[in-house]
């Protein structure tokens, strides 16, 4: 079976391709429609672009200053998620009995949208920047736990046996023989909770009101401004494309593998 060339790029020439055929259908399709137009949006866009970050009051900020908003609601969530995650992941990971008995539950909460618990939680801590951050959390906690948990119960038992041999330490156990060895499911786990949190951030400043590109779409819909909601919706996949590749480099120096 033939493969491509690392040296062969004419996968940019297709690419460039879909791309022209698409901003092409999205032209025709504003001609006999209320869309607005890519010529529109790209016009916005360099509006907004050409000082992205101006700060007018609580309510007026530039569009880079509330994707930084974003960004730091995703990081701090993230990792707050993240390392619940990894904790009790492996924690359940290293007793197989607790491990079957919570399983179902785990599931059954994984299922759920973060989303889902947003009116439970601004309820219970009756603010919204701190709800956002719950939710980002709830999004980042279930995919990590789940694969650091199905990870750490499927390493090698030689790698525990020599670590019993040796005497280690629980601690000392998990940081040189457990998280290495499950590493790889770890990773992933957190590569999934990264993508989840981006998806989870943005309708969750848009309910809520907290600044950021959830609440800037939700307020430019609000104004009526189309060409404005699709150049928001535009960063944000942009945005989410840039976070996932540079996770992906963070995690392909991380990984370990046997």
């Known amino acids: ?5 690392p040296k062969d790029n004419r996968w940019m020439l297709l690419s460039l391709f879909f791309l022209l055929l698409f ?39 530039g569009i880079g200053i509330l ?28 007793n197989p009995m607790l491990f079957k008995a919570l399983n179902p ?13 947003m009116p439970l939680l601004l309820y219970s801590v009756r603010d919204s920047g701190v709800t956002a951050l719950l939710v980002v959390i709830m999004a980042s906690l ?3 736990l789940a694969n650091t948990a199905f990870g750490v119960a499927h390493i090698k038992k030689d790698y525990i046996n020599v670590a019993n041999i040796l005497q280690l330490n629980p601690i000392a156990k998990v940081m040189k023989v457990v998280l290495p060895a499950a590493g790889p499911a770890i990773v992933a786990g957190l590569k999934i909770s990264m993508g989840a949190a981006w998806v989870a ?10 600044l950021g590109l959830g609440y800037f779409v939700w307020n430019e819909w609000n104004n009526l401004s189309l060409p404005s909601v699709i150049f928001a919706i535009l960063l944000i996949g942009i945005v989410g494309v840039v976070i996932d590749l540079l ?7 991380l990984a370990y593998t046997d």
């Open 67 to 94: 994707t930084g908003y974003s960004l730091l609601r995703l990081s701090a969530g993230f990792t707050v998620g993240a390392l619940l995650g990894i904790f009790w992941g492996v924690v359940l990971g290293l």
């Open 247 to 253: 996770f992906s480099k963070l995690a392909g120096k």
């Open 1 to 5: 079976m033939a493969t491509a060339s």
């Open 201 to 210: 951030i943005v309708p969750a400043e848009a309910l809520l009101g907290s």
């Open 23 to 61: 901003l092409g259908f999205w032209a025709l399709i504003s001609l006999n429609t209320k869309i607005p137009s890519p010529l529109s949006v790209a016009k916005v866009a360099g509006e907004f672009l050409a000082h992205p970050f101006y700060d007018n009051g609580p309510n007026d900020k």
């Open 142 to 144: 279930w995919p990590t």
């Open 105 to 117: 539950f785990i599931q059954i909460l994984r299922a759920i949208s973060p989303i889902a618990w």
